[in-house]
């Protein structure tokens, strides 16, 4: 516990670019003390706690795209690093399209806080808890990232390294993240267990995609993602090829939430135990599993 | 440390300040404004009590930089009210009995001036689920809920 | 001239009247005490705080803190040699020789920034040895801990306060009434029971600021979020050696309380710097975190349950021990396992009592008054050991309470009889709401319902001195201004005092006015806000000054007009006379006086009428027996009932409605009433199922919202509602009684209660989070994975 907390913003300079290359120049020159930022949600506090000390924040939101989303019925969606959660959630084509994403957004903080976050900003903090990584993994999103060497294209799924680490490289900016099409027909949900109803971190998170799939064995696929339970969100992939591979139904869901809470590797902290966070895993895989399912029956 | 010029409206009068990169919106209203409608209870985007609306959507504004609101229009609990008039929100929630030591009052007051704004006619849950950020340790919440509700029908009854 | 209406209009008393305050808050024009500007002078402090929970000072380096540029002032312990605390003086204003908890100031700075002084408090070097700390209140207690005050035989000690010097214990409160150990065999039933209640913090939104400044002649001044302007005064005076009136405090609306801003805490370390620094404001505001662990927190508590009924379902005896984790200092705290010791039976009527409360000092943060100072921590387990015996008779738990609780004329634990009461009004009217005896459905399979009651009991409690004064003055307006040394604290005791003045001299309530803010130069002396006293204590004041300003009046204008007195009345400030019918208006004459009749010279002159009140009827309690003749002022009782879900697959509660009912003798405005029946309600609510200082190795795990979690507006129950019960207080103004803090005394053990008659499972302690439901229905084979 720090003894000295503090009560204001210790002193940076607030860099703004006007373009990519400039941005990604700086930041490759300041390795060590410059850090993009989007809405800060993160950033600020862990700054103010004395936990990271930068000396330069470098403002990517007016960068060229960054604000925009487009949704293309042929290609699918992009969404720029600096579009807030609000603005996700109150989209009609990503409420259409993407209901899964905009469940994920919702159950983020507050109101007033999603007015600033931004889902790359929850994807780039890494934390095992971000509440929209599930989807985006889900999703099949894509990073756009924008490095010394150019552009370039990441999956979502393979960016986590640990607890804040991920892929990214001296000069990388994650301009955007991108979704194609979702599979024909699918449905998902994100179930998350916090302490109280709603506005807290999550305990554990489940999301679950699911689409009907005629090349799959059991003519079912589904993508399961566990937040909170692993020094990075899991792709709980055992479970997933479990429901491929056997016919769903009460018994086999049952299963692989078992599977899933198997794969999990939760610790004991002041939100909770490990023996009760594995426990809920199942119990959520389970539940979100057969709400899928049911849904994808209809 | 950087200082900032920045073109900013709060409470519809235009300001030119130069802030240090390190300033928080909140700071900027409380210290050099002296808007001290705007509270700080957490300095970490938790309490909500420093809540005021940004471009017509709530933030709290300990979690902005001043320097980002070059060119962004403000509007704090002082700005709530019209000339001679309070809000309906400011109103109702006078007579619902929702206010006790005021202190999250503000942040209330925004939020639920933003939450009418976007959806005239709100459920008692989605009242709920747009307060979460703005904690209350006096009044239990109920009667800032009633006071949402009342608004919206004032409002509704004025269209 | 028209003639006003004479008959008797509508007494603003029991009138749900808007809050005096509410316009100013909504409008964000309140100010509060960091609101207010005090120019490019202004320093800011910030607080050197100890890493560990024991250990002694070696030595305090800060010269290279001194020669950073901007610092104005460094204080340390050497600076203060003084004590200070309300009922035990056991605290410096920063550590001398040793720091006691994680948090302890050991040196303040004053810097023309915040950053700068975090600067220097980051270059300040201190060496420490670190000692052995003590980390629960039982071990604390026993003669094998550690000292952490060797001289608490040399502290000053309130004369009804305890402590036994050698040992850890700072304050042991008695009761033997009767002859428990003889009485157990007849005991049909017994039930013995071990809580444990955690520290919890008040949180209020708005976090400690104080501002200070002393100037060339030594006259002190602060500004600050304060429930105890006077004891501030009186307090941190005496420490500086100073006289009380060249101390002054000046306090602004307070952003929540509950007990923390009450005493001298924090304050007294903006004072410190400010002597070194003459002329300039210095200001020291904690941070959210530090609000966590180094403001007031609620104490600690093992509490021991042992009681027993006859075949008829009477309680025979009761034997309770709780030993109280009072924290680093208990200078406040000691009171607090006194009020527990007293009130150690609840509401019941027991004929053999042995107890004893036992106030350790422990490595924790500083345990102090916290809204039911010590009550809802102890009727946590009591309520449930009550729950316990009446089910282990077979008998209906309601039914239990019924014939156990107190009512007009019952021997209470202290000795002395029980003043008139609506418990058992209280009671009924819960279980009528809350539908009692008949078993709710769950709304689904995979949930369990269950109902839960509970009552409880809670006096003021204070020194029997405790004054209250109050100052009635007219304006050239008519209007009313009324000084007060009470807080509004968000209970809205402005709004009750405003009332209570318009009521008693004859004005609407919209004409009268408050002399705010509190400042102890000009307002009337007032205790402290705290114990639910105001409405009664303030309240008796506030009739015996309006009583004056108004025989003032009709004395004056009986005179004026030749008439008798009491043929006058005030009627919406209109002096009326019923025999001659003539009539003038308070504001032709309240501040200039009359032209005597005849013309020649001038009668009367500003009119202020003046009022104070003290209880004078209470006595000490025997040191042995805790025996006594009239241990308190009153008791506020109630009862609170709830009607939840337990969620088989999570563990979580969700609570369906929840019912309150206290008897507040008059509710002198209902809706202030009822709104601190619900707020009390949700705060209990908050502290049952979330809140707990997560504290190891005397670190406290939790200190940000993030992680010490409080309801938000989605985790109020679906229903709540509050019943006023009203039997009258004979020596309240128009009856009336508190209501503040009872509201969240029987909060715990109802749900604890539901919880149990949902799950069949009791709980060591809250909070009932959703994990520790789970594992305990895993445990007890209730579910299976």
């Known amino acids: ?298 | 440390m950087a200082f900032h010029e920045i073109v900013v409206t709060v409470n519809r009068n235009r300001e030119q300040l130069a802030v240090p990169s390190n300033m928080t919106l909140m700071r900027m209203l409380r210290e050099v404004l002296a808007l001290t409608g705007t509270k700080n209870g957490c300095s970490a985007g938790e309490c909500g009590a420093c809540t005021v609306l940004m471009n017509g959507e709530p933030v709290n504004s300990c979690m902005v930089l001043a320097a980002e609101c070059d060119g962004a229009e403000i509007i704090t609990v002082e700005g709530l009210a019209g000339d001679k008039q309070l809000d309906p929100i400011q109103d109702a929630i006078i007579q619902a009995g929702g206010v006790q030591c005021g202190f999250c009052t503000p942040g209330v007051l925004i939020s639920s001036r933003a939450l009418l704004n976007r959806n005239p006619d709100p459920s008692e849950d989605e009242i709920k689920e747009a307060l979460v950020g703005n904690l209350c340790r006096c009044t239990g919440y109920a009667r800032i809920i009633e006071a949402v509700k009342e608004a919206a029908k004032i409002e509704k009854e004025k269209v | ?785």
Request: hydrophobic share 40%; with cysteine; net charge negative.
């Open chain 3, 1 to 785: 001239m028209e003639k006003s209406n004479t008959q008797k209009v509508q007494s603003p008393v029991g009138e749900s009247k808007p809050r005096i305050d509410a316009f100013e808050k909504v409008c964000g024009a309140a100010l509060y005490a960091d609101d207010i500007q005090f120019g490019n002078k202004l320093l800011h402090a910030r607080i050197k705080r100890s890493p560990y929970p024991h250990a002694s000072i070696k030595k305090i380096d800060t010269s290279r803190a001194r020669a950073l540029p901007g610092v104005k002032a460094i204080v340390t312990g050497e600076d203060f040699p003084g004590f200070i605390g309300l009922y035990l003086k056991d605290r410096h204003f920063f550590c001398r020789d040793r720091v006691r908890y994680v948090g302890d100031p050991v040196a303040g700075v004053a810097a023309i920034s915040e950053e700068i002084a975090e600067k220097a408090v980051d270059l300040i070097e201190v060496e420490y040895e670190v000692l052995e700390p003590v980390l629960d209140p039982e071990y604390g207690a026993s003669p094998q801990a550690p000292l952490i005050h060797p001289d608490l035989h040399k502290y000053v000690v309130a004369n009804f306060i305890f402590p036994q010097p050698g040992s850890n214990i700072s304050n042991h409160f008695k009761m033997r009434k009767g002859n428990v150990e003889t009485v157990w065999k007849n005991c049909k039933a017994i039930i013995e029971r071990k809580y444990c209640i955690p520290h919890i913090q008040h949180v209020p939104i708005e976090p400690h600021v104080a501002i200070a400044k002393v100037d060339e002649s030594g006259e002190v001044t602060l500004w600050d979020s304060s429930q105890s302007p006077f004891a501030q005064r009186d307090l941190i005076a005496e420490t500086l050696g100073i006289t009380q009136s060249k101390m002054r405090v000046i306090a602004p609306l307070v952003g929540g309380g509950f007990g923390s801003k009450a005493g001298v805490s924090m304050e007294s370390l903006a004072v410190a710097i400010a002597t070194k620094v003459k002329g300039y404001p210095v200001k020291l505001r904690l941070t959210r975190e530090e609000e966590f662990y180094t403001a007031f927190v609620r104490q600690g508590l093992v509490a021991y349950f042992k009681m027993g009924c006859d075949e008829s379902g009477k309680i025979l005896a009761m034997e309770n021990t709780f030993y109280w984790d009072g924290g680093a200092y208990t200078e406040y705290g000691v009171n607090i396992t006194r009020a527990a010791g007293y009130s150690c039976t609840g509401p019941y009527e027991v004929p053999n009592v042995k107890a004893d409360s036992y106030c350790v000092y422990t490595n924790h943060p500083v345990g102090g008054p916290m809204r039911g100072f010590g009550m809802p921590e102890l009727h946590a387990g009591l309520e449930q050991c009550i729950d316990e015996l009446a089910l282990k008779m077979g008998m209906d738990t309601v039914e239990f309470r019924h014939r156990n609780c107190l009512k007009e004329g019952s021997i209470l634990p202290t000795g002395g009889k029980m003043h008139p009461t609506g418990l058992s009004e209280c009671l009924e009217k819960t279980a009528e709401a809350i539908d009692w005896g008949k078993k709710a459905l769950s709304s689904a399979p995979n949930k369990r319902r269950g109902k839960g009651i509970a009552l409880m009991w809670k006096a003021p409690a204070m020194p029997g001195n405790a004054g209250s004064s109050a100052l009635v003055e007219l304006a050239e307006d008519g209007m009313l201004t009324l000084g007060v040394g009470c807080q509004d604290i968000g209970q809205g005791a402005f709004t009750v005092a405003a009332q209570m003045a318009a009521a008693t001299f004859g004005v609407p309530y919209e004409s009268v006015r408050l002399a705010t803010p509190v400042d102890t130069r000009y307002s009337p002396y007032e205790w402290q806000t705290v114990a639910s006293r105001i409405t009664w204590s303030t309240g008796n004041a506030i009739i015996k000054a309006a009583q004056d300003a108004r025989k003032q009046v009709l004395d004056l204008i009986a005179e004026a007009w030749n008439e008798n007195p009491e043929d006058l009345d005030i009627v919406n400030g209109n002096v009326v006379s019923y025999k001659s019918e003539r009539e003038i208006h308070v504001k032709d004459f309240a501040v200039k006086g009359l032209p005597k009749p005849d013309g020649k010279g001038w009668m009367g002159g500003p009119i202020i009428g003046r009022g104070s009140f003290m209880p004078t009827d209470v006595t000490g309690l025997d040191a042995e027996t805790g025996q006594g003749e009239h241990a308190v002022v009153h008791f506020t009782t109630g009862a609170q009932a709830v009607d939840l879900e337990v969620d088989l697959n999570t563990g979580k509660v969700e609570i369906l409605k929840a019912v309150a009912a206290f008897d507040v003798g008059k509710a002198i405005n209902p809706d202030l009433v009822k709104a601190q029946m619900e707020g009390g309600l949700v705060q209990g609510i908050s502290s049952a199922l979330f809140e707990c200082l997560q504290l190891k190795d005397g670190y406290v795990q939790n200190p940000s919202f993030v992680d010490y979690r409080i309801a938000t507006s989605a985790d109020i129950p679906r229903s709540m509602q509050t019943i006023i019960v009203e039997v009258p207080q004979e020596d309240g103004p128009w009856g009336a009684r508190g209501i503040g803090e009872h509201s969240m005394v029987p909060t715990i053990p109802a749900i604890a209660n539901a919880i149990y008659d949902a799950i069949g499972i009791r709980f060591e302690g809250p909070p009932f989070t959703a994990e520790k439901i789970y594992l305990a229905m895993l445990e007890a084979g209730i579910i299976k994975e």
């Open chain 1, 1 to 298: 516990m720090v003894t000295n907390t503090h009560p204001t913003l210790p002193e940076f300079d607030l860099i703004r670019p006007v373009t990519l290359a400039e941005a990604s120049e700086f930041l490759s020159q300041h390795t060590s003390n410059a850090r993009p930022f989007l809405g800060g949600t993160d950033i600020f506090v862990r700054m103010r706690d004395g936990y990271i000390k930068p000396q330069f924040l470098v403002d990517i939101k007016h960068l060229d795209g960054t604000n925009e989303m487009n949704f293309d019925p042929q290609k699918g969606l992009v969404i720029g690093a600096a579009v807030s959660m609000n603005r996700v959630i109150y989209s009609q084509d990503v409420g259409e399209n993407y209901p899964l994403l905009v469940e994920a957004c919702r159950s983020v903080a507050s109101y007033q806080l999603r007015s600033r976050a931004t889902i790359v900003g929850n994807i780039c903090n890494a934390s095992p808890a971000g509440d929209t990584i599930g989807a985006c993994m889900a999703l099949n999103g894509m990073l756009h990232i924008h490095g010394l060497q150019g552009s370039r294209l990441e999956p979502v799924d393979g960016f986590f390294l640990g607890p804040g680490k991920t892929t990214l490289k001296a000069g990388d900016i994650v301009t955007g993240i991108s979704f194609p099409l979702p599979p024909q027909g699918c449905a998902g949900t994100y179930l998350k267990l916090g302490r109280n109803k709603l506005g807290d971190l999550s305990l554990v998170g489940v999301t679950v995609l699911g689409n009907n799939d005629t090349r799959k064995q059991s003519e079912f696929h589904f993508r399961i993602i566990l937040t909170s339970v692993a020094p990075i969100p899991l792709r709980a992939k055992d479970a997933e090829t479990y429901l491929s591979t056997h016919e769903v139904n009460y018994e086999t869901i049952r299963q692989a939430a078992c599977i899933a809470s198997e794969m999990s590797t939760p610790i004991d902290d002041v939100r909770g135990s490990a023996r009760y966070r594995k426990s809920m895993v199942k119990y959520l895989t389970e539940t979100a599993i057969t709400a899928v399912w049911k849904k994808l029956q209809k």
